[in-house]
């Protein structure tokens, strides 16, 4: 595949300043892509500038990066994202879904407001971006939806009631958008990790978690998701680490 195919289109990543979100971000940079990075932390944005303007180098074409602050779970910010990244970049090519959170545990000891957070995190924030982005991508004559579920979404396990429903509640809602627009020419693809080794579960355990996904296992196949031939639409895609903890 051609580096020039995805060079000079525009892309939002929410949850981009930092795990899987901003290493999407960096390896859509290097593909020449304008991205603009979202998330609730203005700091951590600041900080994911900073490092990814340290890893550019000067001899190679990079697409820009450019941040905004925005809550998922506000529809109105999602709209201003969107609104934000035609102003910034003069166009939309490319959403993905990324931001996230998980809490876990059982049913009956699990609180309604980490339930609620959970849920309209990764299931609602994604309803949000994609109501928002979809007549602007149409507008522009097509592009991608790229959602970051995960294979609890398909493998539910016992403490992650929330965080399980959320991500399967993702699978249904992406196969339902990817019907409904697909003849808009807009392709949409659920990437479904495995255990990745990032800050989401702790920095502790990502520390010692050698055997798991790295963040850029994940970033690699949504690269190259985004790079195949119009006429193929791999809907879902299922990522794992190739030798888990026994």
């Known amino acids: 595949m051609r580096k020039d195919q995805l060079e000079g289109q525009a892309a939002v990543v929410t949850g981009g300043s930092r795990g899987i979100g901003l290493a999407i971000a960096q390896s859509l940079v290097a593909e020449g892509v304008d991205v603009l ?5 203005a700091e951590e944005l600041s900080e994911a500038l900073r490092q990814s303007a340290e890893q550019s180098t000067a ?12 809550d998922v779970c ?3 910010h999602m709209e201003a994202a969107v609104s934000r990244v035609v102003d910034v970049f003069g ?11 998980g809490r876990f545990g059982q049913v009956d000891e699990m609180s309604i407001e980490d339930w609620k957070t959970v849920v309209e995190t990764n299931l609602s924030g994604v309803f949000f971006a ?76 990502a520390e010692t978690a050698a055997w798991k996904l790295a963040a850029g296992d994940v970033s690699q196949v949504v ?24």
Request: aromatic fraction near 4%; hydrophobic fraction near 35%; glycine fraction near 10%.
């Open 130 to 205: 994609c109501r928002a982005a979809v007549p602007v991508l149409r507008r522009g004559g097509g592009g991608w939806i790229v959602n970051i579920g995960s294979l609890a979404g398909s493998h539910p396990f016992v403490g992650g009631s929330a965080y399980c429903a959320s991500k399967a509640g993702l699978d249904a809602l992406s196969d339902v958008l990817m019907q409904e627009v697909r003849h808009d020419n807009i392709r949409v693809s659920c990437v479904a990790p495995g255990s990745v080794s990032t800050r989401f579960a702790g920095a502790a355990e």
């Open 91 to 101: 166009q939309l090519d490319i959403l993905v879904n990324n931001a996230g959170v």
């Open 74 to 76: 506000d529809p109105s």
């Open 59 to 70: 001899d190679v074409r990079h697409g820009r990066l450019e941040s905004f602050t925005a």
């Open 223 to 246: 690269v190259d998701l985004l790079k195949h031939d119009p006429r193929s639409l791999p809907s879902r895609v299922e990522i794992r680490p190739s030798r888990p903890r026994r």
């Open 37 to 41: 990075i979202c998330s609730r932390s």
